[in-house]
């Protein structure tokens, strides 16, 4: 195996949306295992890279591979290949009218082909991993937000995907459960998991990040270390957006 190979690459990926230039050529390398935090102002950018990054949005320009393969642009080959790029929104997104455990087992049937019982079992170990065990029968409406962000968790989890991009998982939660959602995605981090984070949870971009990522006005301001990025921000954009979040 190549292991100096980044998992994600992006090269000057530019999205406009009419006339305006949403990201102006990111460039961004992730490491196996490593947890990257993205963070930066409202409107700069932050989602769309998400988006772009397992396809939901496709770039007008650049390169995005994921392990060494370039995204196809659609068919069979692009549900396979965004398969590998696990996503969790702010708004769950879950299935309402499927129960937690169908919710789960549906991307294992469907796109990875498993046996129904096959994905239930992942889907039971699963649920169980983000503290939601005894809630597989019940449909996402019986349970809490936080509840119900662990198993959107639990479905990206049950694709085994090579890399996970949450975007603002906790924004829409009540403080009381952001930090049940938090202490899953950590345990995730340690465990090796490769992550891209969007958040403005800082407590936790000091604690899981390996590295942060400062965007502004679509593009990377700033990348370092967490300890580096907290006590020394080099841009005043940086510095203006920690002044006002700290
Ligand atoms: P962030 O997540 O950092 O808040 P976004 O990526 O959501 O930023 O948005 C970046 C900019 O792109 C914003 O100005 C937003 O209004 C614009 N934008 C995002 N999605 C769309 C879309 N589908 N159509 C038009 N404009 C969009
Ligand atoms: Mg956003």
Known sequence: MDTDRPLVK???????????????????DVRRGEVVVVIG?????????????NRLETADEGVIEIDGKALPREGKELARLRADVGMVFQSFNLFAHKTVR???MLGPVRVRGLSREEARERADRLLARVGVGDHGDKFPAQLSG??????????ALAMEP???LFDEP???????MIHEVLDVMTGLAAEGMTMIVVTHEMG??????????FMADGG???????ETFFADPKTARAQEFLARVL
């Open 204 to 213: 936790f971009a000091r604690e899981a990040a390996d590295r942060v990522v």
């Open 220 to 226: 990377i301001a700033e990348t370092a270390a967490p």
């Open 10 to 28: 992006l090269r000057g990926v530019r999205k406009s949306f009419g006339a305006a230039l949403v990201l102006t050529g990111i460039d961004l």
């Open 146 to 155: 936080g509840q119900q962000q662990r198993v959107a968790i639990a479905r």
């Open 170 to 176: 906790t924004s829409a939660l009540d403080p009381e």
């Open 162 to 164: 090579e890399v996970l």
């Open 41 to 53: 102002p409202s409107g700069s950018g932050k989602s769309t890279l998400c988006r772009c990054i």
């Open 102 to 104: 169908e919710n789960v």
